[in-house]
């Protein structure tokens, strides 16, 4: 190919290479006459664009054999190896791993065998609670120019710190600071908590209890009395009209009948047989096996009930992102709502956030002037042995500010992807939804009409849409 012909070539073709740089782009510019093209010439006008990774051969051979059926397209003739992100790394907890194989049995119709409630996840002191799973770097990629593009490694996990709990050095094992039962409490925290059993019923013999602790009550709780636990509460039989509350979940072998009286409030999850006329709030997940009737349910994540019965008939749940039942309301079209992409809890949270960015930001200026001070100081031969250490201090109070700056700026994005999210939001009838439900999804209201099978409520470009469920 001769001086003449590049300089027509560079008139006739040009190429482009996308933003990222894994895509090389070549098109006509000038489409009169035959233009006849061998695949080196292509290779050497590539190359003389920089092009040296990830020819597409057989686009360039179609190319050279037919030029025209190429002139009005963009042509991809170069594809670069995107960049594979990292795994992040995890906390591997492993009295959860043990637990699994005790989870207790659900009968044919669908209600729980919690007989296994007695086999608790004790802990001796010293024992290995969780150990960290480091994050697995990225794999760069090659841009169509041959240069490399860097990967996102994965992040790293951190140990939640709750009580009673030690983490060594390096930060890569958890363990037991006492003898207990280990507890998952609100924002995922590990402790270690002392346990305390009631054998038999929480009636005017026991009196309420409030225990910095988990609780297994071996019996039924009655009306009007009162639990308050640090960890969890486990309850062989139902609660009645009374209040319980857990920092962390609550597990209830029967149901709970509250006859529009009392609360039951969980930091994480809160699972039971049935819900009648009841109040209940899980910061996490509501897991019922066979019914709620009548009942005000709030979940921080989901509210399911999806077991040989798994109904949902009238009063109130709202849950951040699903709602999933096997049968919602019933034939004689009882009012019942179900409201989903509801968080206030992480609303409130953003507030507090971006209360501490504030704190944090200021403190973290009053840090630099000072240090900037002391720097021109010892710049020139002045610092005293006080303002040395006040020197090494400040650097140090520095850095950890702006370290956890960045980790406030980091959650409050993921908040706000999260509210965002109204495609998470979804309301599942497993079976059947009955006319005389009204849906909610964010900002936006549905009311059924007519009963329907199998489907799926979810937000779409402005309204609740029903889809098939799957």
């Known amino acids: 190919m001769s001086g003449d012909q590049e300089l027509a070539w560079d008139q006739m073709m040009e190429v482009t290479v996308t933003e990222d740089k894994l895509k090389a ?6 489409v009169e006459g035959v233009i006849k093209l061998t695949m080196r010439d292509l290779e050497t006008i590539l190359s003389g664009y920089g092009i040296k990774h990830g020819l597409q051969q057989d686009t360039l051979l179609m190319i050279a054999q037919r030029p025209q ?6 042509n991809v003739v170069a594809l670069g190896t995107a ?4 795994q992040d790394g995890y906390v591997k907890v492993l009295f959860e791993e043990a637990g699994k194989e005790k989870r207790p049995a659900e009968r044919d119709d669908g209600s729980v065998d919690y007989r296994e409630v007695s086999q608790l996840a004790n802990v001796k002191t010293g024992q290995l609670i969780a150990s960290r799973v480091p994050p697995q770097p990225g794999v760069p990629g090659l841009a169509v120019t041959g240069e490399e593009i860097p990967a996102k490694d994965g992040k790293e996990a951190n140990f939640k710190v709750g009580k009673n709990v030690v983490v060594n050095p390096e930060k890569t094992a958890m363990y037991a600071a006492m003898d207990g039962l280990v507890t998952r409490t609100d924002k995922d925290k590990l402790n270690v908590f002392p346990v305390f059993e009631v054998n038999g019923d929480v009636d005017y013999n026991i009196g309420n209890i409030d225990f910095v602790g988990t609780v ?3 019996g039924n709780v009655l009306t009007g009395f009162r639990i308050r636990a640090s ?5 062989t039989g139902g609660i009645e009209g009374a209040d319980v509350e857990s920092d962390g979940s609550i597990e209830i072998s029967g149901g709970i009948i509250g006859s529009n009286k009392g609360l039951v409030k969980a930091g994480c999850n809160v699972k039971c047989s049935f819900i009648q006329e009841g109040n209940v709030s899980a910061s996490q997940d509501v897991i019922v096996s066979q019914s709620i009737m009548h009942s ?3 979940a921080g994540r989901h509210v399911v009930c999806a077991g040989a019965k798994g109904l949902i008939v009238g009063g109130v749940l709202q849950a951040g992102e699903r709602v999933a039942a096997r049968t919602i309301g019933n034939a004689m079209s009882t009012a019942t709502a179900i409201e989903v992409g509801v968080r206030p809890e992480l609303r409130q949270e953003l507030v507090d956030l971006r209360t501490n960015i504030r704190v944090l930001t200021e403190s973290l200026d009053k840090s630099e002037k000072a240090l900037a001070m002391l720097n021109q100081l010892a ?6 042995a006080d303002r040395l250490a006040m020197r090494i201090k400040l650097t140090s109070t520095r850095r950890q500010t702006a370290e956890e700056l960045q980790a406030a700026k980091e959650q409050i994005l993921d ?14 009838a497993v079976h059947t939804i009955y006319g005389g439900t009204k849906i909610v999804i964010g900002r936006y209201t549905r009311f059924v009409k007519d009963s329907a099978m199998r489907v799926s409520f979810r937000y779409s470009d402005g309204e609740i849409i029903m889809v098939p469920y799957n």
């Open 379 to 384: 710049a020139v031969g002045q610092l005293s």
């Open 69 to 74: 059926d190429f002139y009005f397209t963009q």
């Open 216 to 218: 297994v009550i071996r």
């Open 296 to 298: 005000n349910v709030r």
């Open 25 to 30: 782009i070549l098109i006509f510019k000038r």
């Open 415 to 428: 908040i706000e992807k999260t509210l965002e999210d109204t495609n998470a939001s979804r309301v599942d």
């Open 231 to 235: 960890g969890d509460i486990r309850v």
């Open 83 to 86: 960049p594979t992100p990292g």
